[in-house]
């Protein structure tokens, strides 16, 4: 089974910049061992199962709770059975269908 999770958390009532607290949030997401790629306006993290995904984002909520009052997330779910490595292979399809590389 392939679960990916796209996401993105930050605290509401904190200063300007969130980048301190999304890099909390990306060691959590680094250290999980799970496939994972930062954009700059959330992360993808491919797990085998939607609740392995989640207890990575789980655990971040539970750092930025130590500090942080309010916490907004954006969360999307894809599942579909069959195997991981979805992360790479969806782009390198469409590319395969155009027939050239795209920025990325």
């Keep these: 089974m392939s679960a990916l999770v796209e996401f993105s958390m930050f605290p509401t009532e904190q200063t300007q ?11 959590i997401v680094d250290r999980s ?20 995904v989640m207890a ?9 709770q130590k500090d942080c009052g309010r916490i907004y997330s954006s969360i999307k779910i894809d599942w579909r059975e069959g195997p991981v490595g979805r992360l790479n292979k969806k782009i390198g399809s469409v590319e395969a269908k155009l027939g050239r590389k795209l920025r990325s």
């Design 17 to 27: 910049s969130k980048s301190a607290f999304v890099a909390r949030v990306l060691d």
């Design 33 to 52: 061992g799970l496939e994972y790629q930062l954009t700059p306006m959330g992360t993808i993290i491919e797990g085998e199962t939607v609740d392995e």
């Design 56 to 64: 990575v984002i789980s655990a971040a909520y539970t750092e930025l």
